[in-house]
């Protein structure tokens, strides 16, 4: 069963960016795995963000279509999310895990808080 690690999350002013990464306990392309990123802001519920096939391509919510880059790093089992143009409703935990169905146990996640 995998596992994510998530981390490099942060404070950062609107208008900001930051890179936040997840590493896997073993390989996110096995088998077709489909991965993503999700977030859950207080009192709302946890959705996907982005999310990357076996092949490479990506989607986004239109919330962060044009905003965020999701790419993968195969070798080593990671997943970034490059965020920019940060807005206040960004603000949330970030976390990693597959798609459509989620089939790891959720991680602590990384904060992301984007605040002036």
């Known amino acids: 069963q995998l596992q994510f690690v998530e981390s490099g999350g942060g404070l950062v002013q609107p208008g900001g960016s930051l890179r936040i990464s997840c590493v896997a306990s073993g390989s996110i392309v096995s088998g077709g795995t489909i991965t993503g990123w999700y977030r859950q802001a207080p009192g709302k519920p946890r959705e996907l963000v982005a999310r990357?096939?076996?092949?490479?391509?990506?989607e986004y919510a239109d919330s962060v279509k044009g905003r965020f880059t999701l790419s993968r790093d195969n070798a080593k089992n990671a997943l970034h999310l490059q965020m920019s143009t940060l807005k206040p409703e960004d603000t949330a935990v970030y976390y990693c895990n597959t798609w459509p169905t989620v089939t790891t146990p959720w991680g602590e996640g990384t904060q992301v808080t984007v605040s002036s």
């Open positions: 990357i096939y076996n092949g490479g391509q990506t």
